[in-house]
C-alpha cells in the first residue's frame, strides 16, 4: 500500500530504516493537526503492526481503557478491560513476549489524549519503555500526536522519566508544491500550475484541507465553498487549529495576531510590546513551538546578530483566514470569486506568494545553481533616522528608506537579491520599477558597505514579459522552479 502515499519520501526511508534495525526503538512523530500522520502510519505499516490503539479526545479514564481492551481484543483475542495504564501495559508486554513476529511494531495515535488528569498514563508509558522494552531489541514504539506542545513537553523534550529516552523524531510537514500536484493529479484533478500556486497561497500543503477539494470545481470554486459557504467545512477550522495543537493556544495566537500583516516580522521585543506577553521562559516556550509546527520562522536580517532574531508569520491557512474569513460575514454569493482583483486580493497575493517562496528555499536555490555553497536566507530593511534626512551632505539614495524581502547571502562572495512578484500574466518591468531596484541594490551596498558581488533573480509564477529591462534582469525564476 506504500504507493498510496504522496511525496514523504524522507519519512518513509527513516521510519524504514527505524523499524528495520537491529535494537528497540521509541519513535515520536508529530506535526500539525491534519497534515497526514496517521495515514503515513497506516499506509506504510499497517500490516506490519502488532498492536495499534487510539486515544479519544475529551475522553474520561475509564473509556480510553475501555478502548484499550477493545484494541487488545482486535489483536490478542484478549477483552479483559484494565483497570489502571500499569497494568494494562503490563497486559501488553505480556501478550508482545508471546507473539512469534521477529518485530513488534507498535502504533499509539493521539498520544496526549490517554493523558486525562489523574490517569497515570505518562508514567505508565515511562516504565513501560523503560523496564520492559528498552531491554529488548524487537519493540518498536511508535507514539504520535497532533497536540504539538504536549508531544514535545511530555515526550520528545521531557525532563522526567523520558528524558532521552526518545531514539528518533519525526516532524510531518505540510505537502510541497509539488507534492500538492501529484496529490491532485492522483485524484484526477486537472489543475494547472498558476491554479495549483492560487490554492497553497490559501491552503498552504495540508493534505486535509486538499482532500476536500471537489474535482468539477475550479480552485477558486473550491475556496468559496469550504470557506465562504454556510457550513463550509473550514470557516472554523483556525481556531480549532490553534487549541488541538497547543494546550494553552491564548499565548499563541496572540503571536499569530501580532505578526499577522507585519511583512518581514517583528523582533521579541516587539511581539511583548504589542501582545503584553511577559518576557520569559514561557514566551521562548511559545515561539519555540510555533516555529516547530512550521507556522512562523526566525530568521538574523543581514548583518545583524542572534539578538535581532526576527519572527515572521509563514503559514499561508493563518493568514489566509485573519485577511478573509475571520470575524467576518462573507457568506454571499461568489464572494471569494469578486475577490478577485481588488486591491486587498491583490495585496494578500503579493505577501502569499512570497511566503510559498519561502517554504521553497531549498527550490530556488536549485535553480539559482547554488547549492554547493553554503547560503543563509534572509532579509534586509533600512529606514533613515532623522539626523540623515536633514543632513544636506548625505547621499540621496540613503534618504528613502528601502527593503528587501529575500536575499541569499553566500559563501562565495555574492550575495542573490530575490525580487519576488506575483502576476497573473508575465510581469512586467518597466522604466519606473527597474529605477526603484536598481537604488535599492544601491542604498543596499551602501548601507550595509558589503564588497561582494550582488546579482539579481527575479521570482514569478509565469516569468518575465520580455523587454529591455527582463533581458538585463539577471536570472529569472517561474513558477516550474519551484515544483521542482
Given at each position: 500500500?506504500?504507493?498510496?502515499?504522496?511525496?514523504?519520501?524522507?519519512?518513509?526511508?527513516?521510519?524504514?530504516?527505524?523499524?528495520?534495525?537491529?535494537?528497540?526503538?521509541?519513535?515520536?512523530?508529530?506535526?500539525?493537526?491534519?497534515?497526514?500522520?496517521?495515514?503515513?502510519?497506516?499506509?506504510?505499516?499497517?500490516?506490519?503492526?502488532?498492536?495499534?490503539?487510539?486515544?479519544?479526545?475529551?475522553?474520561?479514564?475509564?473509556?480510553?481503557?475501555?478502548?484499550?481492551?477493545?484494541?487488545?481484543?482486535?489483536?490478542?483475542?484478549?477483552?479483559?478491560?484494565?483497570?489502571?495504564?500499569?497494568?494494562?501495559?503490563?497486559?501488553l508486554a505480556k501478550y508482545l513476549e508471546q507473539s512469534p513476529k521477529e518485530t513488534k511494531t507498535i502504533f499509539i495515535d493521539e498520544l496526549p489524549w490517554f493523558d486525562t488528569p489523574k490517569s497515570g498514563f505518562?508514567?505508565?508509558?515511562?516504565?513501560?519503555?523503560?523496564?520492559?522494552?528498552?531491554?529488548?531489541?524487537?519493540?518498536?514504539?511508535?507514539?504520535?500526536?497532533?497536540?504539538?506542545?504536549?508531544m514535545l513537553n511530555k515526550i520528545i523534550n521531557a525532563i522526567g522519566g523520558l528524558h532521552n529516552r526518545v531514539t528518533h523524531t519525526i516532524l510531518v510537514s505540510p505537502f510541497s508544491l509539488k507534492e500538492t500536484e501529484m496529490y491532485f493529479k492522483s485524484r484526477g484533478f486537472d489543475y494547472e500550475r498558476p491554479e495549483i500556486i492560487d490554492c497553497y497561497m490559501a491552503m498552504g500543503g495540508v493534505a486535509y484541507y486538499l482532500s476536500l477539494f471537489e474535482t468539477d470545481k475550479s480552485v477558486g470554486e473550491n475556496i468559496e465553498a469550504l470557506c465562504f459557504t454556510r457550513g463550509g467545512e473550514l470557516i472554523d477550522e483556525f481556531s480549532k487549529l490553534y487549541k488541538s495543537l497547543f494546550k494553552k493556544a491564548d499565548n499563541h495566537l496572540a503571536v499569530i495576531l501580532a505578526l499577522n500583516n507585519v511583512g518581514m516580522g517583528m523582533t521579541r521585543l516587539?511581539?511583548?510590546?504589542?501582545?503584553?506577553?511577559p518576557n520569559n521562559g514561557n514566551l521562548t516556550t511559545v515561539l519555540n513551538e510555533l516555529e516547530q509546527c512550521e507556522f512562523i520562522r526566525s530568521y538574523n536580517p543581514f548583518g545583524k546578530s542572534k539578538k535581532d532574531t526576527m519572527y515572521q508569520l509563514t503559514d499561508q491557512f493563518s493568514l489566509f483566514h485573519l485577511r478573509f474569513i475571520g470575524g467576518k460575514n462573507n457568506f454571499e454569493k461568489h464572494h471569494w470569486t469578486k475577490q478577485i482583483g481588488t486591491p486587498e486580493y491583490n495585496s494578500w497575493c503579493g505577501y502569499a506568494f512570497e511566503t510559498v517562496?519561502?517554504?521553497?528555499?531549498?527550490?530556488?536555490?536549485?535553480?539559482?545553481?547554488?547549492?554547493?555553497?553554503?547560503?543563509?536566507?534572509?532579509?534586509?530593511?533600512?529606514?533613515?533616522?532623522?539626523?540623515?534626512?536633514?543632513?544636506?551632505?548625505i547621499d540621496d539614495d540613503l534618504k528613502t528608506g528601502a527593503q528587501i524581502d529575500l536575499l541569499i547571502d553566500r559563501n562565495d562572495k555574492t550575495i542573490t537579491v530575490c525580487e519576488i512578484k506575483y502576476s497573473a500574466t508575465e510581469f512586467t518591468i518597466d522604466k519606473s520599477y527597474d529605477q526603484r531596484v536598481q537604488k535599492r541594490l544601491r542604498t543596499f551596498r551602501k548601507v550595509t558597505g558589503t564588497n561582494k558581488t550582488i546579482t539579481t533573480a527575479y521570482i514569478t509564477p509565469l516569468g518575465l514579459f520580455n523587454n529591455m529591462y527582463s533581458r538585463r534582469a539577471g536570472k529569472q525564476l517561474t513558477a516550474d522552479d519551484l515544483f521542482e
Open positions: 500500500m506504500e504507493s498510496a502515499i504522496i511525496g514523504r519520501k524522507s519519512e518513509i526511508k527513516r521510519l524504514k530504516a527505524y523499524v528495520e534495525s537491529d535494537k528497540s526503538e521509541f519513535i515520536a512523530i508529530y506535526g500539525r493537526r491534519r497534515v497526514g500522520k496517521t495515514f503515513l502510519i497506516k499506509e506504510l505499516l499497517d500490516n506490519q503492526l502488532s498492536f495499534r490503539m487510539t486515544g479519544r479526545e475529551n475522553a474520561s479514564l475509564a473509556t480510553q481503557l475501555t478502548n484499550f481492551s477493545y484494541a487488545m481484543s482486535d489483536y490478542f483475542d484478549d477483552n479483559s478491560t484494565p483497570k489502571s495504564w500499569t497494568e494494562a501495559f503490563r497486559l505518562v508514567n505508565a508509558l515511562e516504565y513501560f519503555w523503560n523496564n520492559w522494552a528498552y531491554y529488548r531489541s524487537d519493540i518498536k514504539l511508535i507514539v504520535c500526536g497532533s497536540a504539538t506542545s504536549w516587539d511581539i511583548i510590546n504589542k501582545t503584553k506577553l517562496c519561502l517554504h521553497h528555499i531549498n527550490q530556488i536555490v536549485e535553480a539559482l545553481g547554488i547549492s554547493g555553497t553554503i547560503n543563509t536566507p534572509c532579509s534586509w530593511v533600512y529606514r533613515p533616522s532623522k539626523a540623515v534626512l536633514s543632513d544636506n551632505e
